[in-house]
C-alpha cells in the first residue's frame, strides 16, 4: 500500500532519516521542521499520518498534536509521537493531546514501518467510509445528532484476558473505574464470549500461561463478528517480536509492562471512541443502501448514488491532486440476447456481468449499473494506464468464459469498455463521464469486444 506522511522535526538529520526509511517502504513524504509549518502543510495538503517530534523550539509536539486534533479539517488524521522521553506521564501528556501512537528514539525500522502501515489502512478505511456517508447526507439521509451522541461516550463494554490473578485483578479494577469491564483467564471462553456479546474492546495478554494470546487475535481478527474490534495487546519487556506479529495481524495498540494506569484508561478511551465512530459509519452506510441506492437486478449502485458520489470524488480528486478515473463498459449487441432468448436470459447475462465486475474492482472502487446493458466503475487513485488494465482484465474476463442461462443453455457474451480520467482540476463530473463515453463509442465502432481510453 501507499501513503503521504508527514514528517516533523526540528532536526535535518532526525527528518532525513525517517525520510529515508519510509521512501524505502514507497511511502510519500512530506516534511515539516517546526509545528506551525507542519499545520500550515495540513491545511492545504492530503496527508495520512504524521510522525511529530515532542521536543520543538517554540510550539512543542504536544501543543502541535492538540491543534491538529483540535481542528475540524484534520482531527481524522492519525499522529504518532517521535520522542526521547520515555516516562508514562510523558505518554499520557500526548495520549490527552490525541496522540495515536509513539515511537521511542532510536527508532527500530520494523516497528515504525508496522505502525505507519497499520494507522494509513485506518485512515483510509475512515476517509473512505466518511465520503461515502457525506454521500448519503448530500442524498437526503437525515442527520439525528447520532455521531455526536456516538463519539461523546466515555465509558463502553471491555473484556480483558489475563490468566495471572494479580495482574488480571489489578487491571479490572482500574478498568472499571470507567468502563463496563469483565476478565476472563481462559482464551477459548474469551472468544465465545465476543461471540455472543457486543464488546467495545479487547485486551488480550501475550504472557497467558494456558493458551497463545496471538492466535487469540489472530481468531479476532478471521471472525466477521470480531473483525472490526480494537484489541490492545499487553506485552513484556523483550518480547518485541510476537509484538510486531501482533501489529502486522491487525491489531490495534499495545501497552507495554509494567502498565501505568493513567496510560491504561487513556490508550482504552481512544480505541472505544474509533470503534463507536466506525460502527457509526457503517451504520450509515448501510442506511443509506436501504433508501434504494441499488440496482434491484445486480446488486450494484444505481445511477443516482453514483451522481452522488462521483461528485465527491472529483471535488476531493481536485482539492488534493489525486488520480481519479472513470470506466464505462456495455454489453456488445445486448438487444439480440434478449430478442433471441428472452428478457429473463437478458437479466441473467445482467447479473452474471455484475458479478464478473466485482470480481475485477477494489473495495474503494464504486461499480454502478448506468441502466440498460451499460456499467461504470469509479476508480480513486487510479491514472489512466492503470484503468486501462482494469479495463482490459474485465473485458477478458467477460469474453473468457461462456455465460450460463437459467435454462443451462451458453452464451458468448462480449463488452466494449471506454476510460476516462481527470485531466485537470477544472474538470467536472461531467467532462469526466464524457470522455469515457467517446471512448466507449470508439470501442464500438472499432468492432467492439475492446478497450479505449480517454479519447476525447
Known sequence: ?????????????????????????????????????????????????????????????????????????????????????????????????????????????????????????????????????????????????????????????????????????RLLEVLLRANDAYCEHNAQNALLLLAENNFDLLIVSLSLRGSDGL??????????????LPVIMLVEPGDEARLLRGLDMGVNDYLMRPIDRHELLARVKTQIRRKRHSDFLRHRLAESVEMSITDSLTGLHNRRYMEGHLRTLVSEAARTGRHLSMLVADIDHFKQVNDTYGHDAGDAVLKEFSTRIRRNTRGIDLACRLGGEEFVIIMPDTDLTHAYQVGERLRACVAADDFVLDDGQSIRVTASVGIGTLESPDDTPETMFKRADCALYIAKRRGRNRVVADAA
Open 215 to 228: 492466535r487469540l487475535c489472530s481468531q479476532v481478527r478471521s471472525l466477521e463478528r470480531t473483525r472490526h
Open 1 to 169: 500500500m501507499t501513503a503521504r506522511v508527514l514528517v516533523v522535526d526540528d532536526i535535518p538529520a532526525n527528518v532525513k532519516l525517517l525520510e529515508a526509511r519510509l521512501q524505502a517502504e514507497y511511502f510519500d513524504v512530506l516534511t515539516a521542521s517546526n509545528g506551525q509549518q507542519a499545520l500550515d502543510i495540513l491545511d492545504r495538503e492530503s496527508v495520512d499520518v504524521v510522525l511529530l517530534d515532542v521536543m520543538m523550539p517554540g510550539m512543542d509536539g504536544f501543543e502541535t498534536c492538540r491543534r491538529i486534533k483540535g481542528s475540524h479539517n484534520t482531527h481524522h488524521i492519525p499522529v504518532v509521537m517521535v520522542t526521547a522521553l520515555d516516562q508514562p506521564s510523558d505518554k499520557v501528556l500526548g495520549l490527552e493531546s490525541g496522540a495515536d501512537d509513539f515511537l521511542t528514539k532510536p527508532v527500530d525500522d520494523i516497528a515504525l514501518v508496522t505502525r505507519v502501515r497499520n494507522l494509513a489502512r485506518l485512515k483510509m478505511l475512515n476517509d473512505e467510509m466518511m465520503m461515502r456517508a457525506s454521500t448519503g447526507k448530500d442524498m437526503g439521509l437525515p442527520d439525528d445528532g447520532s455521531l455526536a451522541r456516538a463519539l461523546s461516550a466515555k465509558s463502553g463494554r471491555v473484556l480483558l484476558v489475563d490468566d495471572n490473578p494479580r495482574s488480571s485483578e
